[in-house]
């Protein structure tokens, strides 16, 4: 078994901008290999322990053990043997001089303490569909107002944050111009993630399939107000909620404005349950993303990058799910943003001494070049 050996911090630069730290370590183990892996392993540890103590934060052990640890030699950016010796034993001792990229590990190490501190609500972009409605529904512009008005009402008042009115309008200028419903999704899911919205919220109605009636002092409204919401990053629809909705007035107007309100407000409850569920998931074990590799076929050279890539802090899971013709298809599950993904791609790319590029990338799927 090996043994750690500390050594000295020469210069550990927290909190002053800069972007590395020197420290000397001392590793020991059975091979001279496996004396310089638990060196560069030491010094990532004496950085974690001087930054964790530094700003009083917390991450769970074994994720601290699992991926920061074990990746150490990523976050080393260049390194010299001072002093290396065999011992008693057989085994061997290296010390070595480190350069610790700090900028890296501690972006690694608050992301996985960013859940401890606060998940969040997530941000919703809402938007009306004219999808399957009549002509006449659309006469009555007000009603749809109060539908959108009872739906952003209720996100937040449960504090959710809503992207401005202006902007969803627009979106739902756009959403009009087609009638694929596919097409709808992906354009929905495009124009969240444009304004930084993690969900899309479309919402609509049928009057056919509705009732108006008059009574002697007024009218009576029933109808059923739909709503669809879109995980953006995936272009995935996470629910489709339908209620039935009733209103009163003395005109036929009015019945269907109170009718919007109290439909817009109601179909956020069924719809939230959802997507807390949804979200707290995504947060705590990742979404699911695919990434091409084109120029990867070699069994061995996949089974590398599959093994680097799972330790990168933000990744939970990654598998390969198809290779043959020169490309090779990954699936993980990833706890963070997409321009996260592509860095941690490039960094796992990097470290096997490869040279990629991104050939494209939309929704949750990337692909790249391998050159």
Same mark, same amino acid.
């Given at each position: 078994?090996?043994?750690?050996?500390?050594? !000295? /911090?020469?210069?550990?630069?927290? *909190?002053?901008?800069?972007?590395?730290?020197?420290?000397?370590?001392? +590793? @020991? %183990?059975?091979?001279?290999?496996?004396?310089?892996?638990?060196?560069?392993?030491?010094?990532?540890?004496?950085?974690?322990?001087?930054?964790?103590?530094?700003?009083?934060?917390?991450?769970?052990?074994?994720?601290?053990?699992?991926?920061?640890?074990?990746?150490?030699?990523?976050?080393?950016?260049?390194?010299?043997?001072?002093?290396?010796?065999?011992?008693?034993?057989?085994?061997?001792?290296?010390?070595?001089?480190?350069?610790?990229?700090?900028?890296?590990?501690?972006?690694?190490?608050?992301?996985? !303490? /960013?859940?401890?501190?606060?998940? *969040?609500?997530?941000?919703?972009?809402?938007?009306?569909?004219?999808? +399957? @409605? %009549?002509?006449?529904?659309?006469?009555?512009?007000?009603?749809?107002?109060?539908?959108?008005?009872?739906?952003?009402?209720?996100?937040?008042?449960?504090?959710?944050?809503?992207?401005?009115?202006?902007?969803?309008?627009?979106?739902?200028?756009?959403?009009?111009?087609?009638?694929?419903?596919?097409?709808?999704?992906?354009?929905?899911?495009?124009?969240?993630?444009?304004?930084?919205?993690?969900?899309?919220?479309?919402?609509?109605?049928?009057?056919?399939?509705?009732?108006?009636?008059?009574?002697?002092?007024?009218?009576?409204?029933?109808?059923?107000?739909?709503?669809?919401?879109?995980?953006?990053?995936?272009?995935?629809?996470?629910?489709?909620?339908?209620?039935?909705?009733?209103?009163?007035?003395?005109?036929?107007?009015?019945?269907?404005?109170?009718?919007?309100?109290?439909?817009?407000?109601?179909?956020?409850?069924?719809?939230?349950?959802?997507?807390?569920?949804?979200?707290?998931?995504?947060?705590?074990?990742?979404?699911?993303?695919?990434?091409?590799?084109?120029?990867?076929?070699?069994?061995?050279?996949?089974?590398?990058?599959?093994?680097?890539?799972?330790?990168?802090?933000?990744?939970?899971?990654?598998?390969?799910?198809?290779?043959?013709?020169?490309?090779?298809?990954?699936?993980?599950?990833?706890?963070?943003?997409?321009?996260?993904?592509?860095?941690?791609?490039?960094?796992?790319?990097?470290?096997?001494?490869?040279?990629?590029?991104?050939?494209?990338?939309?929704?949750?799927?990337?692909?790249?070049?391998?050159?």
């Amino acid at each position: 078994m090996k043994k750690i050996l500390w050594g !000295t /911090i020469i210069c550990l630069l927290l *909190g002053t901008g800069i972007a590395f730290a020197e420290i000397v370590s001392t +590793g @020991e %183990g059975l091979s001279k290999e496996a004396a310089l892996a638990g060196a560069m392993r030491s010094a990532v540890e004496q950085y974690y322990g001087s930054y964790i103590s530094s700003n009083t934060l917390v991450v769970d052990s074994q994720l601290k053990e699992d991926k920061i640890f074990s990746h150490s030699k990523g976050y080393i950016t260049k390194y010299e043997i001072i002093k290396e010796s065999k011992n008693d034993g057989n085994t061997y001792s290296v010390t070595i001089s480190a350069t610790v990229d700090n900028k890296q590990i501690k972006d690694d190490i608050d992301a996985l !303490t /960013i859940l401890r501190k606060v998940i *969040g609500n997530p941000r919703i972009l809402v938007a009306f569909s004219q999808e +399957g @409605e %009549g002509t006449q529904a659309l006469k009555n512009k007000n009603f749809v107002e109060e539908i959108n008005n009872g739906i952003e009402e209720a996100l937040t008042d449960r504090q959710y944050r809503v992207v401005d009115k202006t902007s969803s309008e627009k979106f739902a200028k756009q959403l009009a111009e087609t009638h694929d419903i596919n097409e709808k999704q992906n354009k929905a899911a495009a124009y969240g993630l444009k304004f930084n919205a993690e969900y899309t919220l479309l919402y609509s109605f049928s009057v056919k399939s509705g009732k108006v009636s008059r009574r002697q002092d007024g009218f009576d409204v029933v109808l059923p107000v739909k709503a669809k919401l879109i995980d953006n990053s995936r272009a995935q629809v996470i629910t489709n909620k339908t209620i039935e909705v009733k209103g009163d007035g003395q005109t036929a107007e009015s019945a269907l404005e109170r009718a919007g309100r109290t439909g817009g407000k109601e179909i956020i409850a069924p719809i939230l349950e959802v997507l807390h569920k949804n979200w707290v998931d995504m947060q705590q074990n990742g979404a699911l993303y695919t990434v091409v590799l084109d120029g990867l076929n070699d069994p061995e050279e996949i089974a590398r990058f599959t093994d680097l890539f799972e330790k990168f802090p933000l990744v939970n899971t990654a598998k390969e799910v198809e290779s043959g013709g020169g490309k090779t298809t990954f699936e993980a599950t990833y706890k963070g943003k997409r321009d996260q993904l592509d860095r941690d791609v490039l960094r796992a790319a990097k470290e096997l001494g490869w040279n990629i590029t991104k050939v494209r990338a939309e929704d949750a799927r990337s692909s790249w070049k391998k050159m």
